[in-house]
């Protein structure tokens, strides 16, 4: 339990020396979302209406760009070599270095969203929904990105192949999300896409450690 | 009226027609080409060896 | 057939052998069947009272789609048993099914297209099949540049056969969050593109191309498959001997 702690606490120390990585993909999602209302008709009808899918894009866009290196650094000095040898489970060690690169990217731009939210005329609930789904979808976009990342290791520009590879897996949590959205904007029922946005985010939870683990494994030889 | 004429439809009839089978042989060309290229590779390792 | 004449298949100078002879006769029946499906489709059978002639096209636009899918589930098949059995045969059989496989949902995509905008106005809109097919491609797509962008063999099979797996798990899920997706909206779109029951003698030249097409596939992946083998076991003996 404690070499858990310890990978965490060292993930904590690197992301905040590497601050300016974290503000990157909280400013790239913050960015993309203001465009759309400063170049086009800012109307609060127009604005409410293509809410859901502003935010699902541009969460998964800055998730993206910032999970390219989530290995990157740490395959090039050996670290991942270490956690492989280790006697721990490397699939919890995956989860762990996963999370904490969730806590840190993820959960600032989950705060900036509610902020994002007023600017397009989001009140009350509906802005803690948005905060709610983006939260679930991050979750599981994070586990999907690392995935990826860790299939692309070693290839010196996976941007473009890291998109190809992600956008079938992470479309339903975008559809789910953006219904979500828009529904609780709407006044419908929101289960519906939440049980689903919980589920897949279950299933990526414990499926994409494990996955990512393997897709490693796979890398590194 | 020829039975080639397919009236109002006859571009996009034909059109998918053509890029199918245009499809079609270029799969099979490709596989063809890929095999005669590694024979002749073989074929020139043989003969140098 | 049991599990012994997987192994004996499997090792890479019987396949070669098996898949050689194999292939003429597909390739032949494939093409005639084609030929003999596409003149009964284009010609023989009657114009459909409600669309004319364009109907005409799903004599090539439904084969090229039912391979585009049943090429993917093979490709994710053989990548399995690459994985499982680590079986340089079965990873060549998946490379060269990618290609094709692209290839034909492309066609699909395209003769749909060229379906759609003389039958209901429009030449594209986002329900569930047109979706799916379209993300199968972006599936494809993945695999093969994945596969060219690792250098080293091995690990380029291993992968990409878990993209492919990846995918096969995933289209399922699409398909169903985008119907979920259109059946809220109500998209009476949905009944528009809905293929018209077929009947009688405009049946048989589909069956006949889509079994058609079928053997045409075997025949190109034995070529393909076959290539990719002989360039893998270059330096082995048997090689020598061809």
Known sequence: METYFQLFFRETKVSIKRWTDVLTGIILFFLTAILFPLISDSGKDFLLSIVGPIMMFSSFFASLLSMQNIFKADFQNGTIEQLLLSKKSFVGLIFTKTLAFWLFTSLPLILVSGLIATIYFVTGKDILIIQMTLFLSTMTMININAFTAAITLGIRYPGALMTLIITPVTLPVLIFGSKAIENSILGLDISGPLYFLTGMMMLSLFLGPWITASALKISMD | MSIFDMGEYNFYVWTSVFISFLALFLAYYDALRKHKDVVEMIKNRNQSE | MGLKAIYKYGSPPNFYRFVTRLEPWCLYFGLLLILIGSAGGLFLSPEDYQMGDAFRIIYFHVPSAYLSMSAYAAMGFASIIGIVWRSNVAFSVAKSIAPFGALMTTIALLTGMLWGKPMW???????????????????????????ASIREQKKADRSASLVAILGII???IIHYSVVWWNTLHQASTISKLDSPSIVGEMLWPLLVMIIGYMFFFVAVICRASSAEVLKREKRSNWVKEI
């Open chain 3, 121 to 147: 106005g429009t030449a594209w809109v986002w329900d569930a099949r047109l979706t799916s097919e379209f993300i199968l491609l972006l599936l494809y797509l993945g695999y093969i540049t994945l596969h």
């Open chain 3, 170 to 172: 995933n289209l399922p």
